[in-house]
């Protein structure tokens, strides 16, 4: 027998102690993982912005922003790795400019989506104009109705509209009382409210238009993005279940083209909603003609852009952060306001109260000349000032400033909020004033426009312009989420012949325009 050396045996197990060290740290992460599932993926779910994902608390969602979903699945959109990277810099000392931040973050992304997405909406194909009846279609020969649901956010919704723009009967119900305890949309108990309330809701749409079944209308139209992925379920296996029992047209509706398109709800100046129709009632005039230019502002999406027909659209400027809804969501949850339903009513109303100049706030971007919106630079800036006023007061908190300070704070902020929508619009109407095209109309949609602020400062842009533009917002009440939003884009995308396949329609957290038309 040989001897064995002496030191071969610490070596060994120094050795093992390492693999076994190696193999554990392995291990661990999909054990914390683990734990951390539904913290992560609420988080995830919920965020509108980078920005939200960075502080991984159950945090509140203006729903729409589909970054929620890059985040889950593009590598270079990881934000642990992103957070990594980070801590590396800054143990280096490498602050980096917030902008080298948000491009290590997302990559050098433009605000518009340039169809890097592989979920595009293009319901009239590669042309934009082979629109296909999937699921057939109603005879359009003569009014027809349409049942419309939507549940892409906390809102429960359905309707029924005939063809030629007439509400027959609403139903909604708003989840605000669930959500304000926790200052915003909760997703999981979203999704909860949605499935207890989805019947309810559609059967007191039908009552209200005066049917007694599903078989009473002529087609289906639900919302399939965007939107919190598990709202969106909700509301489409819904309809795809009616469409297939009843055997029904059935419409997969993008979220955005229903709020665009309900500028184009025939609407008269004197009556109100048309209530009557002649032969070719599906026919009757639209508010707004098409081609025109949309400003969407909502809770998930700021973006101006060219709407040329049914399904095609081209965006030419986005928010490069938040979105404007956003901004009014976070300025009311600073300021101790209602936030459940949206922050934004509590805004409007607190800040006609207070001087619009007041606060000193920076307009954003003044030095980028181009399309975009950016409003989380304002959010900050609206916070150091409201912490700013509270210190000079004596006060512990911007909680403790009074009432007269906080409309202050409401007025300035709404009032530079604007001011941005109005240079940004400006500049897109010289563009497209420039152009060939002819476009001299603005619709003003999404949550946001049923601020009376921004409805009039806009009403004035477009009414002082060389050649008058003509301007069209939904009534207030049609501008945030409901259920004949979905119908009417239904109704519009049916005129032009199309419909989808209930059977295997996906619904989609992400969901860009084609950006080119
Ligand atoms: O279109 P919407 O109902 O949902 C999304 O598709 O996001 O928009 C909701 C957003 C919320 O951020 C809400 O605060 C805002 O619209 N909003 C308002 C007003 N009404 C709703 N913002 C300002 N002023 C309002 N009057
Ligand atoms: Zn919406």
Known sequence: MYPRKPTATPLLYILLFSCLIMFGRALMPSFLAGRNYSKRISTITTCTSWRYAQSLTLQ?????????DSLNTTPSNDYSQFKKTRKKKKMKGDKGSTKDKRSEFIGKMKAVDNGRWSTLYAPGGEDGFSFLAKSGLPDRSKPFTVLGIESSCDDTGAAVLRSDGVILGEALASQSEIHEEFGGVVPGLAKTAHEEKIDSVINEALANAGLSSVDDVDAIGVTVGPGLEICLRVGCNKARELAMKYKKPFVGIHHL?????????????????????SDNIHESKRSIEFPFLALLVSGGHCQLMKCLGVGRYEIIGGTIDDSLGEAFDKTARLLGLPVGGGGGPAVEKLAKEGDPKAVQLPIPLQKRKDFDFSYAGLKTAVRMKAEKIAAERGLDSVNDLSREDRANIASSFQNVAIKHIEQRLKRTMDLLESEEEGIRSLAVVGGVAANQELRSRLEVICSTRPEPWQMMVPPPRLCTDQGAMAAWAAIER????????????????????QSKA
Do not use: K
Request: charged content about 20%; overall charge negative; proline content about 6%.
């Open 257 to 277: 083209e229903a709020h665009i398109l309900m500028a184009r709800l025939p609407f008269d100046e004197t009556a109100g909603f048309i209530t009557g129709g």
């Open 60 to 68: 509140f969602s203006t729903c729409n922003d589909a970054e929620s």
């Open 494 to 513: 049916i005129i032009v012949g199309s419909s989808d396949i209930p059977d295997d329609q996906e619904v989609f957290a992400r969901f860009p325009f």
